[in-house]
């Protein structure tokens, strides 16, 4: 078994950004530049938005934070995302979620432009994605490639099986997979009897959100794991994996922290980099 270490692939990442920022600067004149929209005062939404702008920082990008109370009127927030969307100097924005009850989060993302939607969650980057024709790709699922790619696994003719199917990961995840010539399955809550389809799987990517969901039983010799899930349980992230069981059958696998994790951020900055040239060449 060996472990695929998301700090170690998401550091390589964001040496090379470094390097493209500096040459995008020669160029442009500029640097990339990443705006932030936060609402309210979830502790954990707040810690995303700083490893945000510190991974900016680290990069060399310019960042913008835009915080607002909870109860701040919607058309408030939707006012400065259409600034922001009009903005030249500005290629990113980014709506941090989940949004307080009361705002209506599909219209608020609706006003950024699918050249600034560097989350990869506009219906037009999400429907190129389906075709085989990416644009910006949601950031967890595209990381989750780039470990893949680590391996050297071949992925091509490969059983994958994605259990989850939200927005953000589970679909473009089995999207990504398939563009890579696996055979893909999507499990979720309603499929009956999961673990039949994940024993005969050779790539396993877990994003259900249930703490240690996947034990040893449900797994083949030698599959290639991957834990999207962060759960807190006494105090303890812990991922949908039940590392200790898993861990002994597979090939690799990624361990929870420190894995999927790191690349998440490290790819937001690669696609606001990505937009920045579209958006200027």
């Given at each position: 078994?060996?472990?695929?270490?998301?700090?170690?692939?998401?550091?390589?990442?964001?040496?090379?950004?470094?390097?493209?920022?500096?040459?995008?600067?020669?160029?442009?004149?500029?640097?990339?530049?990443?705006?932030?929209?936060?609402?309210?005062?979830?502790?954990?939404?707040?810690?995303?938005?700083?490893?945000?702008?510190?991974?900016?920082?680290?990069?060399?990008?310019?960042?913008?934070?835009?915080?607002?109370?909870?109860?701040?009127?919607?058309?408030?927030?939707?006012?400065y995302i259409r600034s922001?969307?009009?903005?030249?100097?500005?290629?990113?924005?980014?709506?941090?979620?989940?949004?307080?009850?009361?705002?209506?989060?599909?219209?608020?993302?609706?006003?950024?432009?699918?050249?600034?939607?560097?989350?990869?969650?506009?219906?037009?980057?999400?429907?190129?994605?389906?075709?085989?024709?990416?644009?910006?790709?949601?950031?967890?699922?595209?990381?989750?490639?780039?470990?893949?790619?680590?391996?050297?696994?071949?992925?091509?003719?490969?059983d994958a099986v994605v259990?989850?199917?939200?927005?953000?990961?589970?679909?473009?995840?089995?999207?990504?997979?398939?563009?890579?010539?696996?055979?893909?399955?999507?499990?979720?809550?309603?499929?009956?009897?999961?673990?039949?389809?994940?024993?005969?799987?050779?790539?396993?990517?877990?994003?259900?959100?249930?703490?240690?969901?996947?034990?040893?039983?449900?797994?083949?010799?030698?599959?290639?794991?991957?834990?999207?899930?962060?759960?807190?349980?006494?105090?303890?992230?812990?991922?949908?994996?039940?590392?200790?069981?898993?861990?002994?059958?597979?090939?690799?696998?990624?361990?929870?922290?420190?894995?999927?994790?790191?690349?998440?951020?490290?790819?937001?900055?690669?696609?606001?980099?990505?937009?920045?040239?579209?958006?200027?060449?």
């Open positions: 078994m060996q472990l695929i270490s998301g700090k170690a692939v998401s550091a390589d990442i964001r040496q090379d950004l470094a390097e493209k920022t500096v040459e995008f600067n020669r160029q442009f004149g500029r640097v990339p530049a990443l705006a932030v929209i936060i609402v309210g005062d979830d502790p954990a939404s707040h810690t995303y938005v700083n490893n945000k702008i510190k991974g900016c920082a680290q990069v060399g990008f310019r960042s913008i934070c835009q915080k607002y109370e909870n109860g701040t009127p919607q058309e408030e927030i939707a006012a922001l969307a009009e903005d030249d100097g500005v290629d990113g924005i980014l709506v941090q979620l989940p949004l307080p009850k009361g705002y209506d989060e599909k219209y608020l993302l609706s006003l950024i432009p699918d050249s600034k939607d560097v989350d990869g969650f506009s219906p037009t980057n999400t429907g190129l994605l389906s075709m085989n024709m990416p644009n910006t790709v949601s950031c967890t699922p595209l990381g989750v490639m780039h470990l893949l790619a680590s391996t050297g696994v071949e992925l091509a003719g490969k259990i989850g199917r939200s927005n953000t990961v589970g679909k473009p995840m089995a999207m990504l997979l398939l563009n890579a010539n696996c055979t893909v399955t999507v499990c979720h809550s309603k499929t009956k009897d999961l673990a039949s389809y994940t024993r005969k799987a050779d790539v396993v990517v877990v994003a259900i959100g249930r703490p240690k969901f996947l034990k040893g039983d449900m797994v083949k010799d030698g599959a290639v794991v991957i834990d999207v899930g962060i759960n807190r349980v006494d105090g303890k992230l812990v991922g949908d994996v039940d590392f200790e069981e898993v861990a002994p059958k597979c090939s690799f696998i990624t361990p929870v922290p420190g894995g999927v994790g790191p690349m998440t951020i490290t790819m937001l900055l690669a696609n606001t980099l990505s937009a920045a040239k579209n958006r200027l060449s």
